[in-house]
């Protein structure tokens, strides 16, 4: 009985140990929450007043003339993969890979070629030697603007080269820090009638436009503005849901704790009254024994 106390005495330390880890965990991972938030929510009316432009320009007869236009025939896809860099962070790694998984199964018939941003896909789809084009694990857990640019900028390439007909992203949607959506979206190439649909109500006088210095000029800088934060606004989407997840974990992991020692707890002082009963009983024997003797 006195090495069960002492068993139950270790275990009841080394839970109330990890119960401090995830509970610090729990505090990181909310104060990053709150500051990736406060981004994501300052840049969606900026992204979201850009796609408004890109479909007005959309409208334009000359606009067919872009290459971000192009339809293709779609042979070979490009899916981009948002995952974490690290994990505990409950299941919100393994719902975007078991997804993944379901569109290249349903994707038989093309050729698609994975661009990874975090380790945790990259690492999860080379082991199973998928066909991965790229990965992008510089994030550190905080958007950044000039790593998105670099990736929309890969992924343009590949777009206006040939080398791939369609650019789907795949990411998490943040919609409450208890609710998150897997969201697939096209990239590439531009779709007129999803870009139009957030402009719909204006009248023509409303949607006219005067172009300075020209119109070429206009697609020249506002295509590639819409393309990086596109990209930038996803990659703070997937983090701002990557932090809501690890903290709901944590918080989890926590409460758990609490369980385990409650239960440890009254186990321990079962095995203590045991032991002290015992020890009283082998007293009491003793003296009974005396006195007879």
Known sequence: MPESLKVLRRRLRSIRSTKQITRAMEMVSAAKLRRVQGMLLSARPYVRHLETLVGRLAEQEDAASSPYFARRDVKRTTLVLYTADRGLCGSYNANMIRQTEAFLRGSAEEKVELVCIGRRGHDYFRRRKERIANAFTDFGGKPDLEES?????????????????????????????VVTKPTFQKFL???????????????????????????????????PAYLHSKIHISVAEALTSEHSSRMLAMNSASKNCDELVD???????????????????????????????
């Open 149 to 177: 640019v670099r990736v929309a900028e890969f992924l343009c390439e590949r777009f206006l080269s040939g080398a791939t007909d369609e650019v789907v992203l795949f990411y998490s949607a943040f919609v409450s820090t």
């Open 189 to 223: 190439p531009f779709d007129p009638a999803s870009l139009s649909r957030t402009d719909k109500g204006k009248d023509a006088a409303e949607r006219f436009y005067l172009y300075e210095p020209s119109r070429e000029r206009v697609y020249e800088r506002l295509i």
């Open 263 to 293: 239960s440890l707890t009254l186990r321990l002082n079962k095995a203590r009254q045991g032991t002290i009963t015992g020890d009283l009983l082998d007293i009491v024997g003793g003296a009974e024994a005396l006195q007879q003797g």
